[in-house]
């Protein structure tokens, strides 16, 4: 019922008194035009007005709320043919059943009938076009403010992984890496900045709503960790399983990301000892499943960001495919697991 | 005389950086470099350098975590690719605060102002400034203690209330108790104060801990704790605490 109540009503209650107003002016003028004495013409046109109103308001409630347009338009070309009979009808029996002194008035009745079914007739196809414009209208702005919205989510989503991405301090401490290598090893300052420059490149590719194939995106998340392992590469080692039948997989673009940077940043963060990720993907028809594993301490659990790269990606997610059970995280020992599932489309 | 100098940084390029600059500025010398807290602890303890260029992410225990932990801090130049520490930098006394990556000029400036002021504390013999209780902008997250040679880190929601002890605090957990050098002043500024309420001269408990406050004597109160442990409550504590609890 709540929806019922929440939609607009193609016609307000203003132009309904103005409508009603307007047909009774017009009805009696006609009446008394043809002859019919002022007084009958008020109150035959009044009766009529009265049920009209209850028909018209009739028809638009039913098709503002049923709108049967899949059906062609046999319902709104026959509805108000019905309403129009039965008005008619209706309003010549109460008229009769007044029983009017008047002689010749019977008569007159019965000899407007045509005029008068055409009369109404006009009056209720008007107003159904009416009702079925507004509303089509209305259905094409909700339809309008609906694809704002999503694009606007999908916007803020992509402006939210770029500055995710962009995040300044692995820019400055792979900058400051650069700078020490530029001493020492000038080669490999060259090649890290190939590194840096690639990586942002691709980040900055992305369009937030196309897919990409697991090895595209692996491109990307393999030159962060060539950097990191550049930084860290005295305590930082990798274990990387990725099953050749997932490469062709599709998955959207920097979702896995930030799992493979939560773990490394944890894991180097958690400890101070040497520090194993392990990235492994997996192969099922509908799924692909990404496994990534870093150590972490169990003791200090104080620390704060800790699960806020992967609250993003599970919000990403219910974005995505409207589930919450695609992302889960558990620990085994000193252990932290992330398992993430990507439905792949058929 | 030579200024002695430490590093703390857990990136070896980071190091060889800082080494390779501080090498050109004459009247230094570099005595130790270390990857982390625990280890940059424990050399501090026994080099005791002049100066201390410290990176604020380290792994497990941060540069500021570090730093209170020393008992007779050195001069600090804060070295880290994040801008928002800035602010805590100077709460806790540093010199000088720079950002990665950084020319050899920035470092040279810093290492100057130190200079200076190693100079002017040796030549007055000033002792340590105690470090007032800064109020900070965030409240902790979590207590470092060193018992020993051994460092715990409390997590705040852990702790179910601290006892003012002589000059230091009990921190009391599920896990024990933990002694810090520090006076209550000092968690009452900087702990959140919607978590924990001192409720006394000597007691102060996390309010999430508390399952009942009770009538004690005449007009006194005391609050029962989830662990059974009674804490008594002071007439200006049980106003705060009607505060705490709006």
């Known amino acids: 019922m709540a929806y019922l109540l929440s939609k607009k009503p193609a016609i307000r209650p203003w132009n309904w008194v103005i409508g009603t ?13 043809y002859g ?16 009209l109103l209850g028909a018209a308001l009739l028809l638009a409630n039913l098709f503002t709320y049923y709108n049967p347009t899949t059906s062609g338009f046999r319902y709104h070309l026959l509805f108000p043919v019905i309403f129009g009979f039965s008005t008619l009808f209706l309003g010549r029996s109460i008229l009769l059943w007044l029983d009017f002194e008047e002689s010749g008035y019977r008569e007159f009745l019965d000899w407007t009938v045509p005029l008068r079914l055409v009369f109404m007739l006009l009056i209720l196809y008007g107003l159904t076009i009416v009702v079925l414009w507004k509303s089509q209208t209305e259905k094409e702005n909700k339809l309008k403010e609906r694809e704002l919205l999503t694009e606007k989510i999908s916007k803020d989503a992509e402006l939210y992984f770029l500055r995710q991405q962009l995040q300044p301090h692995f820019l400055f401490n792979s900058l400051n890496s650069i700078s020490a290598l530029i001493g020492s090893k000038p080669d490999s300052a060259r090649e890290m900045i190939q590194q840096l420059a690639d990586f942002f490149r691709l980040t900055v590719q992305k369009n937030a709503s196309g897919w990409e194939s697991l090895e595209k995106e692996w491109e990307r998340i393999s030159l962060y960790l060539k950097m990191e392992k550049v930084r860290f590469g005295h305590r930082l080692s990798l274990d990387l399983r990725l099953d050749e039948k997932t490469l ?10 930030p799992l493979v940077e939560n773990a490394v940043k944890h894991g180097l963060d958690g400890l101070v000892e040497k520090v194993n990720i392990l990235i492994e993907t997996f192969y099922t028809p509908k799924y692909l499943q990404i496994k990534v594993c870093n150590p972490f301490d169990p003791e200090v659990s104080g620390k704060k960001g800790a699960g806020f790269g992967l609250e993003s990606v599970n919000r990403r997610l219910f974005l995505l495919f409207g589930r919450k059970d695609l992302l889960t995280c558990q620990t085994s020992g000193n252990l932290f697991i992330v398992m993430l599932k990507i439905p792949q489309r058929q | 005389m030579n200024i002695r100098v430490v590093i703390v940084e857990d990136e070896p390029l980071a190091q060889e950086i800082l080494e390779e600059y501080l090498v050109e500025i004459p009247g230094l010398q570099l005595v130790g470099k270390f990857y982390n807290g625990y ?12 100066l201390l260029l410290l990176d604020i992410n380290l792994p497990k225990i941060s540069g500021f975590e570090l730093l209170e932990l020393l008992d007779a801090p050195p001069q600090v130049i804060f070295v880290t690719a994040y801008d928002t520490y800035a602010v805590k930098a100077f709460e806790v006394h540093a010199l000088d605060y720079l950002l990665k990556p950084f020319t050899k000029e920035r470092l040279k400036t810093a290492v100057e102002k130190a200079r200076e002021r190693i100079a002017l504390k040796d030549m007055q013999n000033l002792e340590r400034v105690t470090q007032d209780v800064q109020i900070d902008s965030e409240p902790l997250e979590r207590v470092v203690v060193k018992t020993g040679a051994k460092i715990d880190l409390i997590p705040v929601g852990d702790i179910h209330y601290l006892r003012a002890e002589d000059d230091y605090v009990g921190i009391h957990t599920a896990k024990g108790r933990f002694l810090k050098l520090k006076p209550m002043k000092y968690f009452e500024v900087k702990l959140d104060a919607s978590i924990f309420c001192r409720v006394h001269r000597s007691f102060m408990v996390n309010l999430s801990q508390v399952i009942r406050i009770e009538p004690y004597e005449k007009e006194r ?14 007439k200006s504590g049980r106003l705060r605490l009607k505060n705490a609890l709006g």
């Open chain 2, 39 to 50: 280890d940059g602890l424990k050399g501090i303890q026994e080099l005791a350098p002049d």
């Open chain 1, 36 to 51: 019919l004495d002022l007084n009958l013409a008020v109150v035959d046109s009044m009766v009529f007005a009265v049920i």
């Open chain 2, 221 to 234: 109160y005391r609050l029962i704790l989830r662990s059974g442990i009674e804490v008594p409550v002071s």
């Open chain 1, 21 to 33: 107003f307007l047909f009774v002016l017009l009805s009696v003028s006609l009446l008394w035009y």
């Open chain 1, 248 to 257: 062709e997989m599709q998955l959207p673009p920097l979702l896995m990301q």
